[in-house]
């Protein structure tokens, strides 16, 4: 059977991913989307999202998700709940791998997302989105006048933890060394700050909290351990901010689209979504390390399906008919390359099936 080539192909199910499902499918760009088996992205592990427009009362993470999966769906895009394993960049058009599944596709929306580093202690995943999360700018408001801690040391941290005391009674940062790693700017404010208080050489053990009558669970505390002493206590607290790091979901994409020194996607517009790689474009948190928002994810989702559109159309590629026009076409080994600008180093060869 010959493989498949499609318009266009969207790796990943997050916000991004979907609303650029959402616009290439009004485009008539039959987008497929691979949307990995934890379908959905980073708002499936969280319970209230209070900032997302549109929701007066807010809304539960996964409900928000499964809506945009349905909007996605809804106006054609196909969705398949796999894993893309590798990816082919080198030449159009582009092949991507799912397991011992093979697609082509024109262009390629990369939206990939990014996952927040986690302590991985016992009691963390259980009360995580019930107190326990990483995004301050998601979750701080839920603790006025609550304590709350954060975890880690480095400019991230203090930033969070600056946020936050326009929320919290009082706010501890416990860091596992004795020194922060912030810049001197992000200390000399987090040291200023009377709400904020440190413990050093600390580390988590375990997110301690309960259940109420109606089964709703929530943060009370963290059994903590001085890594010099080996003491250990309970901290009381009602949330915990872990805030060490997030790592961009890029491993399949290195040596095949540049990627920052952080592994970040790079798009060579900073104000859209293209890539080094014609063809090829960035959305989300995959390249966006400073906003990390459903909502500014969704917008580049946006972007990156009007890019694709207008790109594809540039290129003689059929975008305002309906069906499968490239779905089907055979790929022909031997047929002449059309040129694109390639990484450094990674070899240009012949294929084209159009
Ligand atoms: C606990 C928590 C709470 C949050 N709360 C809020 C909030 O209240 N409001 C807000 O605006 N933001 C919130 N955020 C941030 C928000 O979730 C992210 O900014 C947003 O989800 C980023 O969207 P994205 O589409 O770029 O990527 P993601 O949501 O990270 O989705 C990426 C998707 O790509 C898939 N994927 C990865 N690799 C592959 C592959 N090889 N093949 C196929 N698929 C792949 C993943 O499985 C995932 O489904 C929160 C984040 C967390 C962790």
Not at 40 to 61: A, C, K, R, S, W
Not at 185 to 193: I, P, T, V
Not at 233 to 249: C, E, M, R, S
Not at 277 to 282: H, L, P
């Amino acid at each position: 059977m010959a493989d498949e080539v499609r318009k266009l192909v969207i790796i990943g199910s997050g916000p991004s991913g979907y609303t650029a499902a959402v616009y290439a499918a009004r485009a008539n760009l039959s987008p497929l989307v691979y949307a990995g088996y934890q379908y959905g992205g980073q708002l499936m592990l969280t319970t209230d999202v209070e900032n997302y427009p549109g929701f007066e009362h807010g809304i539960m993470g996964p409900d928000l998700m499964g809506n945009m999966r349905a909007q996605a769906q809804r106006f054609g895009a196909e969705l398949r709940d796999t894993e893309v394993t590798e990816v082919d960049f080198s030449r159009r058009p582009f092949k991507i791998t799912a397991g011992k599944e093979i697609t082509y596709a024109e262009a390629v929306i990369v939206s990939t997302g990014a996952s927040a580093l986690w302590l991985d202690v016992p009691g963390e995943e259980t009360y995580r989105g019930f107190g326990v999360s990483s995004c301050a700018t998601c979750d701080g408001a839920f603790f006025r006048n609550r304590k709350i801690v954060v975890v880690g040391g480095g400019d991230v941290a203090l930033e969070e933890a600056n946020f936050l005391t326009r929320f919290a009674s009082d706010l501890t940062i416990i860091h596992r060394r004795d020194t922060l790693r912030g810049s001197k700017a992000m200390q000399d404010r987090a040291f200023a700050n009377k709400k904020i208080s440190f413990m050093w050489d600390t580390v988590v053990e375990e997110v301690l909290g309960e259940k109420n009558a109606n089964g709703i669970a929530k943060t009370t505390g963290l059994r903590v351990k001085n890594v010099k002493t080996g003491e250990e206590q309970v901290v009381p607290t009602d949330a915990l901010f872990v805030a060490i790091g997030h790592k961009p979901n890029t491993e399949i994409f290195a040596g095949k689209l540049p990627l920052d020194e952080r592994g970040y996607a790079v798009a060579v517009d900073p104000e859209g979504t293209a890539s080094a790689i014609e063809g090829v474009f960035v959305a989300g948190d995959v390249r966006d390390y400073r906003y990390r928002q459903a909502i500014t994810a969704a917008g580049e989702g946006c972007k990156a399906a009007m890019d694709a559109e207008r790109w594809l159309e540039e290129h003689g590629v059929e975008v305002d008919l309906e069906g499968e026009v490239y779905a089907g076409m055979q790929v022909e080994p031997g047929a002449p390359a059309y040129e694109t600008p390639h990484l450094p180093g990674v070899p240009v060869h012949a294929r084209s099936g159009s």
